[in-house]
């Protein structure tokens, strides 16, 4: 079995991973374990129990108005129509040594109620349904709003530490600051070897002919402008504003 993929994680194991926030962004995430497949881990993201009040109603309670109701005498567009508020926290939880790097806290948060599965929380939105019928308070999920209360990550990237996870995030950043000190010529260098590399991959050829592949891109004349790419098991080529893409004939 290749390694970082045995059974390691069970479920309830408070683990970190390197997530990519995009736009070259990293940072670390956290969770719970829900259950370890062969190839991957499923996560149940984690986050503060629920405490929003709707009018003194809590929001777990509260459901969305059927019956219209009359607008209030001097209504306008910035007339509250609804209160969020929250409910106190106990005396235990605001004494509580909360860390997100310390797995054991996150845990012993979960087993008091303190956190729960992100599942369990209302992610839309409350908000007042005005028509000529009058109003009502709702509960609605915007279609283009999506909230992500779990994911499945390969199990040798995911960790049992925030260091573990921590190290990979600074090693993704290096990474972007490394690839900006190389010249044009270097980058595309890389980039063909990759290409060269996935080519080797795929087709099990020798190394030699990955050498004569490479030899024969680097003798361009712009090998800084060359694009490379598989396609049906040959390697093509072509400079980046062409739109001709060409085999290579050894």
Same mark, same amino acid.
């Given at each position: 079995?290749?390694?970082?993929?045995?059974?390691?994680?069970?479920?309830? @194991?408070?683990?970190?991973?390197?997530?990519?926030?995009?736009?070259?962004?990293? #940072?670390?995430?956290?969770?719970? =374990?829900?259950?370890?497949?062969?190839?991957?881990?499923?996560?149940?993201?984690?986050?503060?129990?629920?405490?929003?009040?709707?009018?003194?109603?809590?929001?777990?309670?509260?459901? #969305?108005?059927?019956?219209?109701?009359?607008?209030?005498?001097?209504?306008?567009?910035?007339?509250?129509?609804?209160?969020?508020?929250?409910?106190?926290?106990?005396?235990?939880?605001?004494?509580?040594?909360?860390?997100? @790097?310390?797995?054991?806290?996150?845990?012993?948060?979960?087993?008091?109620?303190?956190?729960? %599965? #992100?599942?369990?929380?209302?992610?839309?939105? /409350?908000?007042? @349904?005005?028509?000529? @019928?009058?109003?009502? /308070?709702?509960?609605?999920?915007?279609?283009?709003?999506?909230?992500?209360?779990? =994911?499945?990550?390969?199990?040798?990237?995911?960790?049992?530490?925030?260091?573990?996870? %921590?190290?990979? =995030?600074?090693?993704? /950043?290096?990474?972007?600051?490394?690839?900006?000190?190389?010249?044009?010529?270097? *980058?595309?260098?890389?980039?063909?070897?990759?290409?060269?590399?996935?080519?080797?991959?795929?087709?099990? =050829?020798?190394?030699?002919?990955?050498?004569?592949?490479?030899?024969?891109?680097?003798?361009?004349?712009?090998?800084?402008? /060359?694009?490379?790419?598989?396609?049906?098991?040959?390697?093509?080529?072509?400079?980046?504003?062409?739109?001709? *893409?060409?085999?290579?004939?050894?």
């Amino acid at each position: 079995m290749q390694k970082g993929f045995e059974k390691r994680f069970n479920k309830g @194991d408070i683990v970190y991973w390197c997530h990519h926030d995009g736009h070259g962004k990293y #940072s670390v995430h956290w969770g719970m =374990v829900n259950e370890q497949f062969s190839d991957a881990v499923m996560i149940d993201y984690l986050e503060p129990r629920e405490r929003r009040l709707i009018d003194g109603v809590p929001i777990d309670q509260f459901e #969305s108005e059927k019956r219209f109701r009359k607008l209030p005498k001097g209504w306008s567009y910035d007339t509250k129509l609804f209160e969020i508020t929250y409910s106190d926290y106990t005396e235990e939880e605001k004494n509580f040594r909360f860390s997100y @790097d310390n797995p054991k806290k996150i845990k012993e948060a979960y087993d008091k109620g303190w956190l729960v %599965k #992100s599942e369990n929380i209302f992610h839309g939105q /409350i908000e007042a @349904d005005i028509t000529k @019928d009058g109003f009502r /308070i709702r509960k609605t999920y915007p279609m283009w709003k999506h909230h992500t209360n779990y =994911v499945s990550i390969r199990p040798d990237r995911v960790y049992f530490t925030w260091d573990e996870a %921590k190290k990979i =995030v600074d090693e993704s /950043i290096a990474e972007f600051m490394r690839q900006t000190e190389l010249s044009d010529y270097e *980058w595309s260098v890389e980039m063909i070897d990759e290409t060269l590399a996935h080519y080797k991959n795929v087709t099990g =050829v020798s190394d030699e002919e990955v050498k004569q592949y490479r030899d024969w891109l680097l003798a361009m004349k712009k090998v800084e402008d /060359i694009e490379t790419r598989l396609c049906g098991g040959e390697i093509q080529w072509r400079y980046w504003n062409n739109k001709r *893409w060409k085999n290579i004939e050894l």
